[in-house]
């Protein structure tokens, strides 16, 4: 029979492990020794995971943070294949920005006009909580209607979130980036086409101003 006495047990967790001294004999049980060593152990484990779980957690960059709520302004589109004086056009145009209670994520949405017809956009933003790292996914009823696209990237202390994705045009692969700025009293949003000889030209420019 193995006896356990209560002054020295040990707490783990949420439930109190007594650890045994002595059998019927007077003899140290080795063998539950080695058990609350595995169980030790395995503690250390559970705290390395929460940990690496920790590290690894989604944020959103401190520049989209602050700029929640509604900011309203005009969005330039740029179409450079059509002639010149008709490739680009202004609409009137809003953004919204809301994160999760807990921070850890930000859904973006914007309208726009083209032709005099509402286009809607969605994006929804996650960065890293322990480095500069940003991804996106983005759909657009004009631009990126027919797949969410991925981006990412990076968030710089400035307030710049600058991000970058590639789309399939025939045999080619072509890239989009898009951009995000706030320094505190105006937001813009730009987006670029990139040929796949990496040539950028912009394609979106929009400028708000907290509603």
Known sequence: MIHYKRRNSRRFGAQRLH?????EDGEKDASHECLCINILAESNACRYL???LESTQMAVPKSIHEAKGLWKGKSLLNLPFL???KQVSESLSSLHIDTDEHNTFATITYNWQQEGKRQEGTVLLAGSAHGKTVELGWVDSWHQNTAVMYLSG???????????GSYPAGKEVWGWTIAFHHDGNELTMEMENVTPGGEAVW?????????
């Not at 650890?19 to 059998?23: I, K, L, Q, S």
């Not at 990076?154 to 970058?164: H, P």
């Open 19 to 23: 650890v045994p001294e002595e059998n």
């Open 50 to 52: 929460f940990l690496l």
């Open 83 to 85: 002639p010149p004086g």
């Open 154 to 164: 990076e968030f710089a202390d400035d307030g710049l979130v600058k991000t970058k």
């Open 203 to 211: 394609a979106v420019k929009a400028t708000y101003t907290k509603d």
